[in-house]
């Protein structure tokens, strides 16, 4: 995980499927190469920076979230996890994936479906044909997320249709193919992504994560967004990049989306701004 000196603070291996066990969670640390593990079958990563530089649809159980640091890896069920920020120079991005035991195969033609809520500017992530928009995940996670920040005498964050535009963009690449990734091949990287979408700052950051599979359902999809939000929020220093992106003191804006892909995957991405 890569820090920015200037993004203020408070204080992976894909999913395999088996049948009848509960997800896992994966997080895996850009820059850090620090990787969490929960028990469960999810992963995540994130990153910050400045601007100056880059920082099925059958029942299945609750998923469970394992962390495992990079520097080692725990006997918990295996999760990544990753945070980035902007550095001065270039922020490294974050991301979390989530694996599910008993993941349905996934079919590559089938669009993902989006789980995104409009933001406070009226904006939300596109989808997929035959997606169903839902903004029950996204709220879910930010008002655990405001949650978390009131708990540490900070302001809550502000959602932003343009970082949020930006997030719905990438969550659907990553479906589509590419996998947990803050940049995937041809992509630019997050902060070029926000300021394509009209969201100008100073320091920005990026929190990436996936799990499942997942029911169709808006409880489901929110259970496993919420999830991997709280295991972000479960890390503990120095690997506690999402975290920090979570509790930062720096930033002011958050764009959130969420979406299920045709195998039941969850994926979601959460953008940082000033």
């Known amino acids: ?38 028990g469960g079958g999810t992963a995540f990563a994130c990153m910050g920076g400045s601007s100056g530089g880059h920082s099925d649809a059958a029942h299945h159980p609750d998923p469970a979230v394992r962390l495992i640091p990079a520097s080692q890896a725990p006997s918990a069920p295996p999760a990544q996890i990753s ?29 993902p479906t989006p789980v995104d809520s409009p933001t406070t500017d009226g904006g939300s992530g596109s989808g997929g044909s035959g997606a169903t928009a839902n903004g029950a995940a996204v709220q879910q996670v930010l008002a655990l997320v405001n949650k978390a920040r009131a708990a540490q ?23 589509d193919g590419c996998g947990l990734s803050h940049q995937c091949p041809g992509e630019p990287p997050f902060y070029d992504r926000d300021r394509a979408q009209g969201v ?24 496993m967004a919420v999830n991997l939000t709280q295991g972000m929020l479960n890390e503990q220093p120095p690997d ?4 920090r992106n979570i509790l930062s003191s ?8 969420v979406l299920r892909d045709s195998s039941g995957t969850v994926w979601m991405t959460q953008d940082f701004s000033q």
């Open 1 to 38: 995980m890569t820090s920015d000196p200037r993004a203020g603070s408070p204080a992976g291996q894909p999913a395999r499927h088996r049948a009848r066990r509960r997800p896992r969670t994966r997080i895996v640390l850009a820059g850090a190469a620090a990787v969490a593990a929960l």
């Open 83 to 111: 945070a980035t920020r902007r550095p001065t120079a270039h922020p490294a991005p974050s991301h979390h994936r989530a694996t599910p035991a008993a993941t349905p195969t996934r079919t590559p033609t089938t669009r």
């Open 153 to 175: 005498g900070l302001p809550p964050y502000t959602l932003l249709s343009g970082l949020s535009r930006a997030a719905a963009a990438h969550n659907q690449v990553m479906a």
């Open 200 to 223: 100008s700052a100073g320091a920005g950051g990026e929190n990436i994560g996936e799990g499942g599979p997942m029911d169709d359902t808006q409880q489901a999809i929110a259970s």
């Open 240 to 243: 506690d990049g999402h975290r």
């Open 250 to 257: 720096t930033y002011t804006h958050i764009g959130i989306a």
